[in-house]
């Protein structure tokens, strides 16, 4: 009885943690003046990279850990993976955390890529 209890604990535990929700969660508020209506992939997100010097490890020719942020197709299909380099979360293991050495992106910026992916990231 103990351990039909146990694996079915189990497989009711691993039952509810599968539940997922596709948009992104924010706790802090979007800080004031950082707009992030209408986010698209060329207009908004595109320039974060090219801002902070990203594409000098991650472009086509160079995709240092696989990952490519110099087309849409590639950071739509990362964008789980990217954000959190980006956003940098508590327990975040530092070699991860993206620019390496540098100062993080804007809380404006995440925010801003968390929205476009909250908003079906549009090219």
Request: proline share 7%; aromatic share 8%; glycine share 8%.
């Given at each position: 009885?103990?351990?039909?209890?146990?694996?079915?604990?189990?497989?009711?535990?691993?039952?509810?943690?599968?539940?997922?929700?596709?948009?992104?969660?924010?706790?802090?508020?979007?800080?004031?003046?950082?707009?992030?209506?209408?986010?698209?992939?060329?207009?908004?997100?595109?320039?974060?990279?090219?801002?902070h010097g990203c594409?000098?490890?991650?472009?086509?020719?160079?995709?240092?850990?696989?990952?490519?942020?110099?087309?849409?197709?590639?950071?739509?299909?990362?964008?789980?993976?990217?954000?959190?380099?980006?956003?940098?979360?508590?327990?975040?293991?530092?070699?991860?955390?993206?620019?390496?050495?540098?100062?993080?992106?804007?809380?404006?910026?995440?925010?801003?890529?968390?929205?476009?992916?909250?908003?079906?990231?549009?090219?």
């Amino acid at each position: 009885m103990k351990l039909f209890f146990g694996i079915s604990l189990t497989w009711g535990l691993l039952f509810l943690s599968s539940c997922t929700n596709n948009s992104v969660e924010v706790i802090a508020p979007s800080p004031s003046g950082c707009d992030t209506t209408d986010m698209t992939y060329s207009v908004n997100i595109a320039p974060i990279f090219t801002k902070h010097g990203c594409l000098d490890c991650h472009s086509a020719q160079v995709a240092t850990s696989g990952i490519v942020l110099d087309n849409y197709n590639d950071v739509s299909a990362n964008a789980d993976v990217i954000m959190p380099s980006l956003a940098w979360p508590s327990g975040y293991p530092s070699s991860k955390k993206m620019p390496p050495g540098g100062p993080q992106v804007t809380a404006c910026e995440i925010h801003q890529f968390i929205a476009w992916m909250n908003q079906g990231k549009t090219q």
